[in-house]
């Protein structure tokens, strides 16, 4: 068995009482790059997208998250094949829904899940959980849905929210159909 060793660095304080990770720059997960924004930070991104540019910018959300959705459902892809999944069910169950919720952006379950069709409930959505509207709110995450399932098993869906935490439900509630 080959040793491994580890080379250790402190962390010195920056000024007295504040020690802040300077030497773990940039920060990754296996080989992607990640960053950590604060919910001060993603709140204001995500409100001022919608309060400039209205439903465009909810347009924008879904077109952005939907991009996302096709990058990780890549990952996701990669990552399943190293541990021996095929099905994208398995894939998107797996994998998908708990990277979605190690990424921060709430806990995903797919209630149901087929091919075809799937319920997909978000409980601590990031998106909604300080929105607050009189219709379904998650334009960001609906897009990841979409992108991710796209992506897993190459076809289009209409993913469509008839319940969201930012109109006072206890969860956001996704209706997935292949088109």
């Known amino acids: 068995m080959e040793a491994v060793s580890k080379i250790l660095e402190v962390i010195k ?3 007295e009482g504040f020690i802040v990770d300077t030497i773990s720059a940039p920060i990754v997960a296996g080989k992607n790059r990640v960053i950590i ?3 001060q930070g993603y709140r204001q991104l995500l ?3 919608r309060r400039l540019f209205g439903t465009g910018g909810e347009a924008l959300l879904y077109h952005v998250g939907f991009n996302m959705g096709i990058g990780y459902a890549k990952l996701h892809k ?3 094949d190293k541990v021996g999944i095929k099905d994208p069910v398995d894939i998107y169950q797996k994998i998908s829904c708990k990277m979605f919720q190690w990424a921060g952006f709430g806990r995903k379950e797919a209630v149901e899940i087929t091919p075809n069709h ?3 409930h978000i409980y601590d959505s990031f998106e909604c959980e300080n929105g607050s509207s009189v219709r379904p709110y998650s334009q960001l995450v609906r ?3 979409a992108g991710t399932l796209a992506g897993l098993f190459n076809r ?3 993913v469509t929210e008839d319940l969201c935490a930012a109109k006072g439900d206890s969860l956001c509630r996704f209706k997935v159909i292949s088109r």
Do not use: C, Q
Request: proline share 5%.
């Open 47 to 49: 409100t001022e997208i």
């Open 143 to 145: 897009g990841l849905i």
């Open 118 to 120: 799937a319920i997909i």
């Open 78 to 80: 990669d990552l399943a």
């Open 37 to 39: 924004l604060r919910d």
């Open 156 to 158: 289009s869906f209409n």
């Open 13 to 15: 304080p920056v000024t």
